[in-house]
Structure formats: C-alpha cells, structure tokens
C-alpha cells in the first residue's frame, strides 16, 4: 500500500515572498533604466503585472495555509531561523507601493500605508523575539537576520511622497541603527563559527541590500547625493564586487528557494547605480548600470526557470524544505 503523499500547501514557507521581493526590485529597475538609459523601449509595463499575479497567488496560498494549517504558521513565527524571512510579506508590498509610485499614487499609497503598517508590527515583534529569547544560538544568524529591521530603510522611498517626512526618517533612521550592528555580529558569526548550511549561502548576497536601499532611501529624503551618499553608494558596490568574484562557489550551490537572495540585493543595487549615473553624469555609472541591469535580468530569468523546474519536480513545499 502506498503512503499518501503529503499535503503541500502544509509546507509551503513563507519565504516564497523573497520571490516577489526580487521581482518588484527587477521592476522597479527596469522603470528606472527607462528614464535613465534612454532604452527606447519598455519593459516595466509588462513586468508590473507579472508581478502583481505572482503576489496574489503566493498570498492566496499564505491565506489558505493559515486557514487550514495555523499550527504551521504560527510555527514560523516562533523559529528561530525561518522568523526571519517573515517580514518579506510586508517588504513585498512596501516594494509593490514603490513600482505602483508613478504608475498609480492611490494604489501605491494604500499598498505603502499597509505594508509599512504591518513591517512595523513585525520589526517590534522581531526585536522582542531577539530579545526575550530561550532557543536562539549563533548557528541560526545568518544574512537574512537583516530582513527585519533593515528593511525599515525601504519606508522613505515612497514614503516622503505619501506622508510626513518624519515618519519616513523614523523608520531610516530604525533601519540604519541595526545595519551595523547586525553586520558585526554577522561577520563574527561566519569567521569564527564554521560556514553556513549551504541552503543559505544565497542570503550572503543580502549584505548588499542595507547600503544599497540605504543609498536609494537617503537621496530621497535629501534630494540629492552628498558625501554620506557617496559611502553609501560605495559600500554597496564593494560588496557587489565582493560577491560576484566568489561566483564559481555560488554556482555549484543545489538549488533552495534561498536562491531568490541573489534577485534584490542585485535590483537594490542597479537602481542605486542609475541614480548615480543621472546625478553625477559620470559615464561610467551608466555602463555598470547597464552591466548590472543584464546580469540582473539573466539572473531573474534564471530563478524562474530553476523555480518552475523545482515546482514541477516537487522539490519545494515538501516537509524539511
């Protein structure tokens, strides 16, 4: 007699929404090297729709999982790894209020107001988490740990066009006090605790998204780049630069649903070298804008594809993944 298989909706993470993550980022990258690089041609349109479709089945699916399966749902919230990824619902719509900007103001302004709601919620319930702690050891940190509080820095992107700028400072200046912090103790987690589980080697790349969306969140409230801009920008790249030559270890990874880390930090970037190249005019922003824009399109298209084989294969949303 054979064993019913198991019920995957039972199993399916919450980290899916990086998915979205990513595809918003690529969105809003492509709308912002339409106004930059003069393309002629546009790709934003037909990526914002996609997008949307994506984030409402993946909700769907959230929803009917906590209807059916709360125990599992609850059980994420209460991990101490997979705690992580939760904010990426509320950083999804943030992301979402930020590509429908110029696209639609009303929409952009409820999808900001709901998602930068619910990131406020969690980020508390997070750092609680943290704090009160009986179960968490070193093994757990990881990249994604930056999720949570840092991506308050997203807030003031569409935020200084939705409400005061006060409440956009606030949660910059939340996301900016923990990125260091977070970075240290990191980076002391890696050198002196071993490699991590080879399903979140991927989240590596989320070093590049706290200087990055930093930059991009900056120029916003200030309106300009300046010297802090500058190190922003910089650091962001350096880690860019950091990562991409250490790519013949990233490709030999097994492919996890981890690997939509590559997708952001790599958008966040892009559209943090556009806008350098339209504010200084130094040529050489606009060619590694491009650069950065094919390796992040090729990039996108490759976790498509690698998704939709791992769909069909039954390799995600299976017990222990």
Same mark, same amino acid.
């Not at 690089?37 to 997008?51: E, I, Q, V, Y």
């Not at 509320?90 to 900001?112: Q, R, T, Y």
């Not at 190249?277 to 922003?285: D, I, K, M, Q, S």
């Not at 094919?294 to 084989?309: D, H």
């Given at each position: 007699?054979?064993?019913?298989?198991?019920?995957?909706?039972?199993?399916?993470?919450?980290?899916?929404?990086?998915?979205?993550?990513?595809?918003?980022?690529?969105?809003?990258?492509?709308?912002?090297?339409?106004?930059v690089?003069?393309?002629?041609?546009?790709?934003?349109?037909?990526?914002?729709?996609?997008?949307?479709?994506?984030?409402?089945?993946?909700?769907?699916?959230?929803?009917?999982?906590?209807?059916?399966?709360?125990a599992?749902?609850?059980?994420?919230?209460?991990?101490p790894?997979?705690?992580?990824?939760?904010?990426?619902?509320?950083?999804?719509?943030?992301?979402?209020?930020?590509?429908?900007? +110029?696209? !639609? @103001?009303?929409? *952009?302004?409820?999808?900001?107001?709901? $998602?930068?709601?619910?990131?406020?919620? =969690? /980020?508390?319930?997070?750092?609680?988490?943290?704090?009160?702690?009986?179960?968490?050891?070193?093994?757990?940190?990881?990249?994604a740990?930056?999720?949570?509080?840092?991506?308050?820095?997203?807030?003031?992107?569409?935020?200084?066009? +939705?409400? !005061? @700028?006060e409440? *956009?400072?606030?949660?910059?200046?939340? $996301?900016?006090?923990?990125?260091?912090? =977070? /970075?240290?103790?990191?980076?002391?987690?890696?050198?002196?605790?071993?490699?991590?589980?080879?399903?979140?080697?991927?989240?590596?790349?989320?070093?590049?998204?706290?200087?990055?969306?930093?930059?991009?969140?900056?120029?916003?409230?200030?309106?300009?780049?300046?010297?802090?801009?500058?190190?922003?920008?910089?650091?962001?790249?350096?880690?860019?630069? =950091?990562?991409?030559?250490?790519?013949?270890y990233?490709?030999?990874?097994?492919?996890?649903?981890?690997?939509?880390?590559?997708?952001?930090?790599?958008?966040?970037?892009?559209?943090?070298?556009l806008?350098?190249?339209?504010?200084?005019?130094?040529?050489?922003?606009?060619w590694l804008?491009?650069?950065?824009?094919?390796?992040?399109?090729?990039?996108?298209?490759?976790?498509?594809?690698?998704?939709?084989?791992?769909?069909?294969?039954?390799?995600?949303?299976?017990?222990?993944?």
């Open positions: 007699m054979t064993e019913a298989p198991s019920p995957r909706l039972k199993y399916f993470p919450i980290s899916w929404f990086a998915m979205i993550m990513g595809m918003a980022g690529f969105t809003i990258a492509w709308s912002r090297a339409e106004q690089l003069d393309l002629g041609f546009s790709m934003a349109p037909l990526l914002l729709p996609l997008t949307v479709a994506l984030a409402l089945v993946l909700a769907a699916l959230l929803v009917a999982k906590l209807i059916k399966y709360p599992e749902v609850l059980g994420e919230l209460r991990h790894v997979k705690l992580a990824f939760v904010p990426t619902v509320s950083i999804a719509v943030i992301l979402l209020s930020i590509a429908f900007l +110029h696209v !639609s @103001p009303a929409a *952009s302004f409820w999808l900001w107001t709901v $998602g930068t709601s619910l990131h406020l919620v =969690l /980020t508390l319930y997070v750092l609680s988490s943290w704090i009160h702690h009986t179960r968490y050891e070193i093994t757990h940190l990881n990249p740990w930056f999720i949570p509080v840092v991506g308050n820095i997203l807030v003031p992107i569409a935020g200084i066009h +939705h409400a !005061s @700028p409440i *956009s400072w606030f949660f910059f200046s939340l $996301g900016l006090f923990f990125w260091p912090i =977070l /970075t240290a103790i990191i980076f002391y987690r890696l050198i002196f605790h071993g490699s991590m589980a080879e399903r979140f080697m991927p989240t590596l790349f989320i070093f590049i998204a706290p200087p990055a969306v930093g930059f991009i969140s900056y120029f916003n409230l200030v309106g300009g780049v300046d010297a802090f801009a500058h190190i922003l920008y910089d650091v962001a790249l350096f880690f860019t630069v =950091l990562l991409l030559v250490q790519f013949r990233f490709i030999r990874l097994k492919f996890f649903l981890s690997w939509w880390a590559y997708s952001f930090p790599l958008a966040a970037v892009t559209i943090a070298t806008i350098m190249a339209r504010e200084t005019g130094v040529a050489f922003y606009s804008g491009g650069g950065l824009l094919i390796l992040l399109s090729a990039v996108i298209v490759m976790l498509l594809v690698r998704t939709a084989i791992a769909v069909a294969r039954r390799e995600i949303c299976v017990e222990g993944h």
